[in-house]
């Protein structure tokens, strides 16, 4: 896809969002006719800051912005503490092992329409030997319209692949897969990239997400536990991912 293909798609989707607010990510075809698989093909010619909302309310109507992030469907990632959340099953969400969500504070989802809904993380389970992972359990299951998000695949995350993370500011930014490292992984930014889609992470990030982007749907990479271009544990290694359901299955559904 030419970069004028590009910011044409980017226009077809601001439009299609504008009047269809609750659809979700809108194909970019490339030469080959596929449904985008990489988050550059949403920027738009002219540098834009991944801003999620245009205003955020925890527990009242949040709107998207109407920018290259507003396809992405963030709607299973808890916003509303710098303690972030990420819903995995309708009833479960990982965390940083290191800044856990206590029970008190409410872990708030808003779908794609900007509806809250408020949970509680009743239980959790911090798991040893896989990285800086917690496995929290959600005092009721979220319906169908919030985001549980898939685990990446290992072959999809190779050196150089772009992918989306986030962060307390509640934006979305563009790195690349430095490496994986056992069961971590590691980013770079990308040099190529304007530094507007760039985030030095820093403490209050941890446990934020980061995602790669496949047939328009985001899968879970990573939640951040170092800062500067992020690294944390790779949940697309096959022991985090039987450690996690482990967890789940003892935390109960």
């Known amino acids: 896809m030419s970069r004028s293909d590009a910011a044409a798609c980017f226009l077809m ?82 965390m940083a092992a290191h800044f ?8 708030m989802f808003h779908d794609r329409l900007g509806q809250p809904e408020e949970r509680f993380i009743v239980s959790h389970k911090v798991l040893t030997g896989v990285g800086d992972i917690a496995v929290g359990k959600l005092n009721m299951r979220l319906p169908s319209g919030y985001k549980a998000y898939r685990f990446a695949n ?37 040099p190529s990239l304007d530094p507007i889609y760039r985030r030095n992470l820093i403490p209050g990030d941890s446990g934020h997400p980061t995602f790669i982007l496949k047939n328009g749907e985001l899968l879970l990479v990573e939640t951040h536990t170092t800062g500067g271009p992020g690294a944390g544990p790779f949940y697309g290694d096959p022991e985090v991912q039987q450690a996690i359901r482990a967890a789940m299955a003892e935390l109960g559904d």
């Open 100 to 107: 856990i969500r206590d029970a008190h504070t409410p872990a």
């Open 13 to 94: 989707m601001k439009a299609a969002l504008f009047l269809f607010p609750a659809v979700f990510l809108v194909s970019c075809a490339g030469p080959g006719g596929t449904t985008a698989s990489s988050p550059l093909v949403l920027l738009p010619a002219e540098p834009e800051k991944g801003t999620v909302f245009k205003y955020y309310q925890p527990r009242a109507e949040s709107p998207r912005r109407n920018n290259w992030a507003a396809p992405l469907d963030f709607s299973g990632v808890s916003w509303n503490d710098p303690r972030c959340a990420t819903l995995i099953s309708p009833s479960h969400v990982v």
């Open 154 to 190: 290992p072959a999809d995350v190779t050196p150089g692949t772009p992918v989306i993370t986030t962060d307390q500011t509640l934006t979305a930014s563009i790195h690349q897969v430095r490496g994986v490292f056992g069961k971590g992984i590691a980013f770079d930014w990308v």
